[in-house]
């Protein structure tokens, strides 16, 4: 599951929307009711705001934010979704793990004997996306939002440029997450194969196109930016569950954010510029022209 945004670059005090995949990257195979929300929050100027439910809507299987920025800053929004259960058969299950990328259950399953076993999982969700409005960098991208599974960038995204390192921890239960594989991508570099449903016909993001790293003892890890884009990071802590009646337990996470060329980024700076004062550059430029042409007038009068 992913928050996504056709740019992550957006004017202050401007209506915008912010769309909610259930699917791949690419593609969103389901709608998220309201009731599966446990949370929704927009961060931005020091004020994290509860996200009412009368601000999403559906348009197909894609789920939409509807919401207005506030003053400049660099924001988040996050969703967490309440836990549900799946049953599925051995064969279905490996399936499952193979297609996600579950590869260290994968190798305990293999390493027990346990390949024939059904599962029983509980699974939830936690997604969040950092974006930007106007030119102003705030220190909001670092917010916590408190979810079991949650990715923590250590610097601005919206300073890094193409060919740098971004840092990112992981926490879990609020504590680093350790030898923990992730999955980096962007939406130039993501591939297209998706063919496995889980729980309610939601289909997910195969490893296909993407890099695997791993965080380290400080649940940290550092990924370059290759290109320009819209990139992510995803991870599924799947685990054996101790809990009456279950087998595993996973909880999933993403982030998104958007690095630009550097001329894109000089030009949105302007762009933000421009609209700040309420005003388009435009209405500056054919202001400029009326009064030369009123003191052109004025000149050849007198």
Not at 212 to 231: C, F, I, P
Not at 291 to 300: H, K, T
Request: hydrophobic letters at 35%.
């Amino acid at each position: 599951m992913f928050l996504k945004q056709s740019s992550h670059f957006l004017s202050q005090n401007t209506a915008s929307t912010i769309e909610l995949f259930n699917g791949t990257f690419e593609e969103s195979d389901n709608i998220i009711t309201r009731d599966r929300m446990i949370d929704a929050s927009l961060v931005g100027n020091g004020k994290r705001t509860k996200i009412d439910t009368s601000q999403w809507t559906d348009q197909g299987k894609t789920t939409i934010l509807n919401f207005t920025t506030g003053e400049a800053g660099t924001w988040i929004a996050g969703v967490s979704t309440r836990a549900r259960n799946i049953e599925m058969d051995s064969e279905a299950f490996n399936r499952y793990l193979e297609h996600d990328g579950v590869l260290d259950m994968i190798a305990w399953r293999k390493e027990n004997n346990a390949m024939n076993e059904a599962a029983i999982e509980k699974y939830s969700k936690h997604v969040k996306t950092i974006f930007q409005v106007g030119d102003t960098r705030t220190d909001d991208w670092n917010v916590e939002l408190g979810y079991p599974i949650e990715f923590i960038p250590l610097s601005n995204p919206y300073e890094l440029k193409v060919g740098e390192e971004l840092a990112v921890k992981l926490l879990f239960q609020g504590e680093p997450l350790a030898n923990q594989l992730v999955y980096i991508g962007s939406d130039a570099a993501h591939g297209h194969s998706h063919d496995h449903d889980h729980a309610d016909g939601e289909d997910h993001d195969h490893s296909h196109g993407t890099t695997q790293l791993r965080t380290d003892a400080n649940g940290q890890l550092r990924m370059k930016v290759t290109e320009a884009g819209e990139w992510y990071l995803r991870t599924i802590n799947l685990v054996l569950s101790e809990e009456e009646g279950l087998t595993h337990e996973s909880n999933w996470a993403t982030l998104t954010f958007e690095v630009q060329e550097e001329e894109q980024e000089i030009m949105a700076e302007q762009q933000a510029d421009n609209q700040s004062d309420g005003f388009p550059s435009y209405v500056f430029v054919i202001g400029g022209l009326v009064m030369l042409l009123v003191l052109f007038l004025i000149v050849r009068k007198r």
